[in-house]
């Protein structure tokens, strides 16, 4: 059975930094490309970051460049995203999400459970 | 407010059928495919649609989705009371080097 799980939310101050993981298993980790997803409270679904499988190609949303890096280690089944200089609109749930292997679109099959991130003072 | 365009909410009778409007532009949905995702209250959204018209195994053929030019639609037959959730669309941007989800919509079954 595929599960992702999220880990790493909380409560940080304005400017913070956080570190969110995310666990695979369940399939080969190494063959898939990931995704961080984000949704404010209330709001609708924000595309946060892309990674290759084997870490060659990276992608971001405007609105995270240059504070968030994604990342992840094959050899321990594991994603990441590095959360630097924390914004009030960065509170969020963030959701690890598995890219739909062979579509062309913004398609991923599987999802975690979400770990919320509030950014307050 | 969101790169795609879509309808804050839709109804429709139970039985019924409805569609779910996506509109972007030539630099997302106009050349790139189109998916869409069913989020229920308090959980994790969920595929529906790939590549424009395809689905997961598991999604039942009531969910339909098309695509002409720079709009897309979702389309539910056989409305049930469970189908009640936010739907969204989804495509990459400019340069495929960013995803972009429309502002979704509640779906209600009256």
Redesign the interface.
Known sequence: EVQLVESGGGLVQPGGSLRLSCAASGFMFSSYSM?W?RQAPGK????VS?ISSSSSTI????SVKGRFTISRDNAKNSLYLQMNSLRDEDTAVY?CARD?YG???????Y????TLVTVSS | Q?VLTQPPSVSAAPGQKVTISCSGSSSNIGN????W?Q?LPGT????LI???NNR?SGIPDRFSGSKSGTSATLGITGLQTGDEA?Y?C???GSSL????????TKLTVL
Request: glycine share 18%; charged share 10%; net charge negative.
């Open positions: 995704n997803v609708g679904l924000e595309w892309y992608y971001y949303a405007d959701y739909y579509s062309g679109s913004l398609a991923f099959d999802w975690g459970q979400g | 969101s790139n495919y189109v998916s995702y989020q994790a959204p969920k595929l790939y590549d424009n997961p936010n969204y989804g495509t990459w080097s960013a995803g972009v989800f429309g502002g979704g």
